[in-house]
């Protein structure tokens, strides 16, 4: 779907949203009543430290006046690879990013990601995964890094990589591969209302709690990762 | 024991060995009062990662990192040190959800400071979905404690440095120790060569590379609280005090991240290389920081940059 398609179905009764050299801010009316605040990243731009700063400026901006959930739609490349980027110190500008969006879902924002189309490393970790609930749209394409360039680091063949990512979706690219491990809670349609979506899935959010790992756990895609969790969070809390 | 031997560091004649050489186990009793450690999911238990298996490479029973609780200077602390000499320290399925527990161990707590002693490449390739999951549920704990008035200490000074989402998670830290050897990015020298080419970034340029991600850059500009030395007991030194002084994380406090990080951007964006920014923060002779011993740095570095705790 194209973001004006996809805004169109969230926001049947209207929305304002500037997209400004692939940067997202504004709100849309709520089909169930109310606003709903937009940011995200379009066109697979790259986040660098001035399209963060700007995000975070808006949910900032928002948090003092205004109520209703945050959606974070997000088709972007990864970071911005570049060496102003990591001279002004990146890692702060995406980690502020991330604790804006998480520290407004706990105080009453609830946050919800959209992923309609690629993302991938540190700009995914700083929008979409950085949000309490997470949907994938059909053909979106989330990545931590792309087969060439794990091949490179991981010296294995591009062919012997493809062949392992068939049987090992913890390590393979692709929006089911995500939902498997508990990182994309439900996958929407894209040929019904995205505003009757929104609306099922607010009136049933989860509360704040994290519950990636339990959901990974279920669908088999991390086996580990929770009951992990939970056994060193016991341990640490004994006596 | 009185509380002047508690205070007393794992061993002292160790106190002047290399944070940098020494192993993540060693990290643990250089920072902890002796004896005072008790670990969780230790080796013994070989929680090893499931899918190291796959890619025919040999696991580790802790998958590279321990964790657990000890003492520092006599008060209880929980701790969290990365092996970045096993698969660069990275964060697979099983070494992320050990730090995620712990984390949410600290906020349920509340009143327990947590120690990361970060030594990491990032996200671990081979369970690459798993640990760039981990990561980000790595930050939303780090958050949550922080909210919950928990004090989260950074130390960054290994030979894998702080990168990917360890960089993004150290970010999300109460504040951060790093020494000259410490380097803190997103992307790294060689990922950043790759995609962008050798003109945009030279990786075997090593006075490039620490010059722009180095310790004392990062100090400079305020994206880390104190600057060591490669000591033990200087990065003990520092995690001590910072534990006793930092504050939690609040509206006002993303507020005035805010603030500090766009007059980062106003005063240094057009900046093109370290030099440049040192100049313009006000260093008198910028070309002499690489080599300029501790001691002097340090009070340089007081006199020039502006960070506030309830600011990061």
């Excluded at chain 1, 660098?48 to 006046?65: H, N």
């Excluded at chain 1, 890094?145 to 062919?159: C, F, G, R, W």
Aim: aromatic content about 6%.
């Amino acid at each position: 779907m194209t973001l004006d398609e996809i805004l169109a179905s969230l926001f049947p009764d209207g929305c304002k949203v500037e997209n400004d050299n692939g940067i997202l801010t504004g709100y849309g009316s709520l089909q169930a009543g109310g606003q709903g605040m937009v940011i995200g990243v379009s066109d697979r731009t790259a986040l660098g430290v001035d399209e963060a700063i700007r995000l975070s400026s808006f949910v900032l901006g928002a948090l003092k006046t205004g109520s209703g959930p945050i959606l974070v739609i997000v088709d972007s490349d990864s970071q911005r690879m570049s060496k102003r980027d990591e001279l002004l110190g990146l890692n702060e500008f995406l980690a502020h990013l991330a604790k804006c969006l998480t520290y407004a879902d706990m105080h009453g924002r609830p946050t919800i990601g959209i992923l309609y189309g690629h993302s991938a490393a540190g700009a995914f970790l700083a929008t979409a995964l950085a949000t309490r609930v997470l949907v994938g749209l059909p053909g979106a394409s989330p990545a931590v890094m792309d087969l060439p360039s794990m091949s490179k680091v991981t010296k294995l063949s591009v062919e012997v990589l493809e062949e392992k990512a068939k049987s090992t979706p913890v390590f393979a690219p692709g929006l089911e591969n995500l939902a498997q491990t508990g990182a994309v809670h439900r996958i929407w349609s894209a040929t019904s209302s995205l505003a009757a979506q929104l609306d099922a899935l607010l009136a049933d959010l989860p509360d704040t709690r994290d519950i990636r790992d339990s959901l990974g756990k279920e669908r088999k895609g991390r086996i580990k990762a929770a009951e992990i969790a939970e056994r060193v969070h016991a341990l640490a809390l004994a006596p | 024991m009185s509380s002047a031997e508690k205070a007393r560091p794992a061993k002292p004649h160790e106190m002047s060995s290399s944070w940098y050489e020494a192993s993540a186990r060693q990290r643990v009793d250089f920072v902890l009062d002796a004896g005072s450690f008790q670990e969780f999911l230790g080796p013994e238990m070989r929680e090893v990662s499931p899918h190291l298996r796959v890619f025919d490479l040999p696991e580790q029973f802790d998958d590279g990192i321990i964790i657990g609780r000890g003492l520092l200077a006599g008060s209880p602390v929980f701790i969290a040190a990365q092996e970045g000499r096993f698969m660069g320290g990275a964060f697979g399925e099983v070494h992320g959800a050990k730090l995620t527990g712990l984390l949410r161990a600290a906020r349920d707590a509340k009143s327990i400071p947590l120690l990361i002693l970060f030594d990491t490449g990032g996200v671990r390739l081979q369970e690459a979905n798993a640990g760039e999951l981990a990561i980000a549920e790595i930050m939303r704990a780090v958050v949550e404690a922080r909210t919950a008035g928990v004090k989260i200490i950074g130390l960054i000074g290994g030979r894998a440095g702080c990168y990917g989402g360890g960089g993004l998670t150290a970010g999300c830290c109460s504040a951060l120790v790093v020494s000259e050897q410490g380097r803190i990015a997103v992307s790294g020298p060689e990922v950043i060569e790759t995609n962008r080419g050798i003109e945009e970034f030279d990786s075997r340029d090593r006075a490039l590379v620490w010059r722009t991600m180095g310790g004392k850059h990062r100090h400079l500009i305020g994206a880390a609280d104190v600057f060591v030395d490669d000591t033990a007991k200087a990065f003990r030194d520092a995690a001590l005090a910072l534990v006793q002084t930092v504050a939690a994380l609040t509206l006002e406090t993303l507020l005035n991240e805010q603030v500090r990080l766009e007059k980062r951007l106003q005063s240094f964006g057009a900046s093109g290389d370290a030099l440049d920014i040192w100049k313009a923060i006000g260093v008198p002779e910028a070309a002499s920081v690489p080599g300029m011993p501790t001691e002097k740095f340090v009070s340089l570095a007081d006199k020039l940059r502006s960070t506030h705790h309830d600011a990061r």
